[in-house]
């Protein structure tokens, strides 16, 4: 193996299709013998064709560079010859590889015949925490000097670290997990495998004792599970610092001081160490960028030991609860003289299942991405102690094959398993016994709240960015009836018992009268059901889409709110008749079911009944669903969603709680000592009531602050309205919208050249004007990234930041949630103010139920977004920016100033046109230079 050369290659080119007419402008190889970069050559190409602008715009590589250059044929000599006796690796072997062999024998060279390797495949396997597999997110990952992606010859010498870095995690791996590596990995690209097998044999020949962290279990490799300490803590009185001095003194130089910080600790500290007399819930308004975390996690400590009580915390999502983990043991724990134990808590499918794992790759025939998956799995339980897959980078396909191995709790877990004693989420379980702090989030402490807060001590409760928390409860009560789904179902059975020509039930048992009773009844009750459904659906039909019809958009889904009693009245007739002939398809199911038991059945007959056994399972589902969709009818608000076409049998029915502030009261509340409540943005102006409804809660039972962040706005934050003839209003053309917020998007960005996001309201919008702009000059110069368009959220995020003079189209969920750091962001646009549509469900209840739907509903949801939006650019105390908004409605309607009232202390709203509007951002970009 010490003799193999490896010829890590990497190309330029015109065009990454294979038509013949692309051609390389650089090749840059490097050599790799032993371990270690032995060689490089790089040359550019004249690919004797005009080089695309977006192939400048991304490379770096002009017409100008590659004139002067060699010509293909004039290196393709040396080229040929330095690698004939090596094997080719490519990071995306299969681009790289094939075109340079088309170019070879266009240029009169034999096809070269040697094996190729993968490194996107092999870091696939290797390496599982890193955030992406493109070859700037390995080398950060790994620490690989890589100062010039997108050059040839910069990015093979990354490609060769990489190389270098593969094999030496793979010679580090067991044999016994090597060994499954290679079982498993037949269909990695080309010659990839070679790889793994080359680790295999230098170990086999070279064994060495397993790692002192590792432990194999019925023949696989994992990490040893880290011994819990269940000692708890000594009941030692423990003096809060609550000055600077004694803060700064505890800190010792491993945190810095920040005045703000130390103002949430303090009042934090001040509402819970209060035992008598006190208010329940504690309502913090805290800037992002305060260090907020640590401003709850540090007094609640104190007050955790003070009062022997656990702490449970909730965040949004499961990577902030990874992210609040982190915060308590490198910062919180990193000052403490006794540490705070720290558990997450999610739900079992999050972890996983070990013996369904090695089920799965030991007797399963697995697909070639599954069997990508599972070789990364098995490496990655040489390094997790969690077992949870949130650690592991999700790429494509990864959940086709991991929904197969979640866990599924402690019902499916087995005293007799040889992994019983390793399971991940039965450690995670025993961990919350012994543990301080309880990081959940949202969605499972609404689940869950009872079980959470069952203890002898009632635990503290922090919910942290609480304004998620309501729309967290009102999705996931959500319930939903598919009418169209119910009649398929129906449709299939009918079909199987009585109208398939070519062969049914019926048919087959005719010589046996009994059966064909059973079936006739059968029959009977599903063609009811069938009517049944016919006539909720047109009922619906006529009384709530007809009359609004013509205000639908065109080809779209729509969703219409009805009213409770509507409902109510279907369940008490047309749902309860359904109900009724469900229960009588049960009664003939069975019936039947007993009556094949005890004959002698011809295999045809087996297999139709076992197929309509699987199709009647799905009807119990319906009655469980038309159960729920019509139970506790006045805590809901009800709708129907409808197919592009409007049309009666597309309707579904949906549902969800009307009143989060009763679910939190009776589900969650009770089963707390004491609640805080934090975010960072939670009210507008000093209105709090609109927050505090949607928790159930009154201000003369909560205590309340606002902190205000530490930023001098008034020179850290320009803010423009673009005065323009355009109004926008909901008749106005959508072409001509678009065409205005296009050139106006064009007219802002050109020669400003700042990291940019453009907010939308909607994605239509947002798809529209990015076509108009795809094929303009702006798409020319500087890359824009949309939503919707290229990939995933966490996708297109991790792009832009890796952008230098970006441009982000964003809707929905970039108003809020998202965290730019630094110059990751610096100029903003606005391109609408943040009111839901009218066809908002929650904007069609708020109309048909409140006073003043706009004033109680629809105009704070607007302020409230707004001012999360205007909140993407400052993020920390030294960040500085420019948003424009090119919505004229903010200057020229009495609600606009509510909106320019969320602007920061000292930020004024700034009108002009486009040319006066972009030179004072211009003035402040050059102002902060």
């Not at 902190?707 to 209003?729: A, K, P, Y």
């Amino acid at each position: 193996m010490n003799k193999t050369k490896y010829a890590v290659v990497d190309l330029e080119m015109t065009g990454s299709d294979f038509d013949g007419d692309n051609r390389i402008i650089q090749i840059g190889c490097a050599f790799v013998e032993n371990g270690k970069i032995v060689d490089t050559f790089q040359s550019k190409v004249n690919p004797q064709r005009p080089i695309p602008a977006g192939i400048t715009k991304l490379t770096g590589i002009t017409d100008e560079q590659v004139q002067n250059a060699p010509k293909f044929n004039d290196i393709v000599d040396e080229v040929y010859r330095k690698l004939v006796d090596t094997v080719f690796v490519a990071h995306n072997v299969e681009f790289d590889f094939p075109f340079l062999k088309q170019e070879l024998v266009r240029s009169g060279y034999p096809e070269l015949n040697i094996p190729a390797v993968d490194t996107v495949s092999l870091s696939q396997i290797v390496f599982s925490f890193t955030k992406g597999y493109r070859l700037r997110d390995l080398t950060s990952y790994l620490k690989i000097e890589h100062d010039d992606p997108h050059s040839a010859d910069s990015d093979a010498i990354a490609t060769a670290n990489l190389l270098i870095a593969i094999k030496k995690n793979l010679q580090q791996l067991p044999i016994v997990t090597l060994e499954r590596l290679v079982e498993l990995g037949k269909d990695l690209p080309r010659q990839t495998l070679s790889i793994l097998k080359d680790a295999l044999h230098e170990n086999k020949q070279n064994p060495q004792k397993i790692d002192v962290d590792l432990m194999v279990v019925d023949g696989v490799a994992l990490k040893k599970p880290i011994a819990l300490q269940t000692e708890h803590q000594a009941d030692e009185k423990l003096v809060y610092p609550r000055g600077k001095r004694e803060k700064e003194q505890l800190y010792n130089g491993t945190l810095s001081w920040r005045k703000l910080q130390g103002s949430i600790m303090n009042f934090t500290h001040q509402q819970f160490s209060v035992t008598e007399g006190f208010k329940k819930h504690v309502v913090i308004e805290a800037p992002t960028g305060s260090g907020k975390t640590l401003g709850y996690l540090f007094p609640l400590s104190y007050i955790a030991r003070e009062q022997q009580r656990k702490v449970v915390v909730s965040v949004p999502t499961t990577i902030l609860q990874n992210q609040v983990l982190a915060v308590g043991r490198q910062q919180l724990n990193a000052i403490l003289e006794t540490p705070m134990q720290f558990a997450i808590l999610k739900g079992s499918s999050n972890y996983l299942n070990l013996e369904a794992f090695m089920k799965s790759i030991t007797h399963q025939t697995l697909s070639k991405d599954s069997r990508l998956v599972a070789m990364k799995i098995l490496v990655w339980l040489t390094k997790t102690d969690t077992g949870d897959f949130d650690e592991i980078n999700h790429h494509i396909n990864f959940s086709n094959f991991v929904d197969g191995i979640r866990h599924h709790g402690k019902t499916v877990l087995n005293p007799k398993s040889k992994f019983f004693e390793y399971d991940f989420y039965r450690r995670a379980m025993k961990k919350l016994k012994y543990a301080d702090f309880i990081i959940t989030n949202h969605r499972y402490l609404a689940l869950h709240a009872d079980e959470i807060g069952e203890s002898d001590q009632q635990p503290l409760l922090v919910i942290d960015e609480a304004q998620h928390f309501p729309t967290i409860v009102s999705n996931m009560n959500q319930k939903f009836l598919d009418l169209n789904e119910l009649m398929m179902e129906t449709h299939r059975l009918v079909s199987r018992l009585v109208m398939n020509h070519k062969r049914n039930l019926i048919q087959a048992t005719k010589h046996q009268p009994l059966a064909g009773f059973h079936i006739r009844r059968f029959v009977n009750s599903l063609e009811h059901i069938n009517t049944q459904i016919t006539e909720i659906q047109q009922k619906l039909f006529d009384k709530f889409v007809a009359p609004r019809k013509k205000n639908l958009y065109e080809n779209q889904p729509a969703e219409i709110v009805i009213k409770n009693n509507v409902i109510n009245q279907m369940a008490k007739h047309e749902f309860h008749q359904v109900v009724q002939e469900l229960a009588n398809t049960f009664i003939e199911f069975d019936a039947l079911d007993r009556f094949f038991k005890d004959q002698e059945l011809t295999p045809e007959i087996r297999d139709d009944w076992a197929q309509i056994k699987a199709f009647q399972s799905n009807l119990t589902k319906f009655y469980d669903a038309i159960r729920e969709i019509t139970d506790h009818l006045n805590q809901n608000i009800y709708w129907i969603t409808l197919g592009p076409n409007h049309d009666p049998g597309s309707i579904r029915i949906g549902k969800e709680i009307l009143d989060t502030g009763e679910f939190y009261r009776q589900k969650i509340e009770p089963f707390y000592h004491k609640v805080l409540l934090i975010g960072g943005t939670l009210f507008f102006e000093h209105k709090r009531s609109y927050f505090l409804d949607q928790f159930g809660l009154h201000k003369p039972e909560t205590s309340i602050r606002t902190f205000r962040r530490g930023v001098d706005f008034e020179n850290q934050l320009d803010f423009e309205v673009l005065q323009s003839d355009f109004t926008i209003d909901y008749e106005s053309n959508q072409d001509q919208y678009a065409d205005f917020l296009a050139e106006a998007i064009e007219a802002l960005t050109r020669d400003v050249n700042r990291q940019t996001l453009v907010l939308f309201n909607s994605l239509e919008t947002l798809r529209n004007v990015y076509n108009r702009l795809h094929d303009s000059d702006l798409n020319e110069s500087r890359r824009i990234i949309a939503q919707g368009i290229h990939g995933s959220k966490a996708k297109i995020i991790r792009e832009f930041n890796d952008e230098e003079n970006a441009i982000l189209f964003g809707a929905a969920s970039f108003w809020e949630g998202v965290d730019f750091p630094g110059d990751r962001l610096e100029y903003l646009i606005v391109t609408r103010l943040p009111f839901r549509s009218p066809e908002d469900r929650m904007v069609q209840f708020a109309r048909k139920n409140k006073r003043s739907s706009f004033m109680s509903f629809v105009l704070p949801d607007a302020l409230l977004t707004f001012k999360q939006g205007i909140g993407r650019l400052i993020r920390n105390s030294d960040d500085t920016g420019v948003a424009v908004m090119l919505d004229n409605r903010i200057i020229n309607k009495d609600y606009g100033k509510l909106f320019i009232k969320q602007l920061p202390s000292g930020v004024n709203a700034n009108l002009g046109n486009i040319n006066e509007v972009k030179e004072r951002v211009n003035n402040f970009f050059n102002n902060q230079e």
